[in-house]
């Protein structure tokens, strides 16, 4: 028996590792109506969902499948999530002092959680889009894996001073004395 299910056949209502779609009985697996779009937006049958603390909710319940998909836990259903982009979004970045440049960083996510950011933690796509690595082992990744968020336009503002053009035209992070190149590779 696998730590997903309960003696009852029941679905963990918390699971706390990575769970397969196979094991979730029918039942409890709904499929079509949520969405997460590239800009943090959540989309239940195409329309917008403009409640806050729904957002959050869903945020917070969002889970990697043992296959690599997203769902949402809701006690024992599974709803799937169509992810645009990125399973999380990051919506700011914070500094622990004045000087961004010496001060440490610390990422808001779309969930309400706080991580700390590593600068080199930060990689940028073809398309000149901002990520970050977060959520260690967590939201069902194992141990040593991770998740990406996109950065927002907001978050990106707040790293507008630390933000460099390298002679080469691409972009780099300087950060307490260091200069972390943002490559375009995941």
């Given amino acids: 028996m696998s730590e997903a299910s309960k003696p009852n056949g029941l679905p963990s209502y918390d699971p706390q590792g990575t769970e397969s779609i196979k094991e979730i009985p029918d039942r409890f697996l709904v499929d079509g109506f ?107 990744a194992h141990d040593g894996e991770d998740h990406i968020a996109r950065v927002t336009s907001e978050a990106l503002l707040d790293l507008e001073s630390l933000l460099v053009e390298q002679d080469d035209g691409s972009i780099a992070l300087q950060h307490q004395g260091q200069l972390f190149s943002l490559g375009q590779t995941a």
Avoid: C
């Avoid at 800009?39 to 403009?50: E, N, P, S, T």
């Avoid at 949402?72 to 979004?89: K, M, S, T």
């Avoid at 959520?135 to 069902?140: N, S, V, Y």
């Fill in 34 to 140: 949520l969405k997460l779009r590239a800009d943090g937006a959540w989309l239940f049958k195409g329309d917008k969902i403009k409640h806050f603390g729904l957002q959050r909710f869903l945020a917070r319940q969002l889970r990697r499948t043992e296959e690599g998909t997203y769902w949402v836990v809701n006690g024992p259903q599974r709803a799937l999530v169509e992810i645009e982009d990125a399973p999380f979004v990051v919506k700011r970045i914070l500094f622990d002092g004045e000087n961004p440049e010496t001060s440490s960083m610390t990422a808001q996510l779309n969930d309400g959680t706080e991580e700390p950011l590593s600068a080199d933690s930060l990689f940028m796509s073809e398309e000149g889009v901002l990520y970050i690595r977060v959520k260690q082992g967590k939201a069902g």
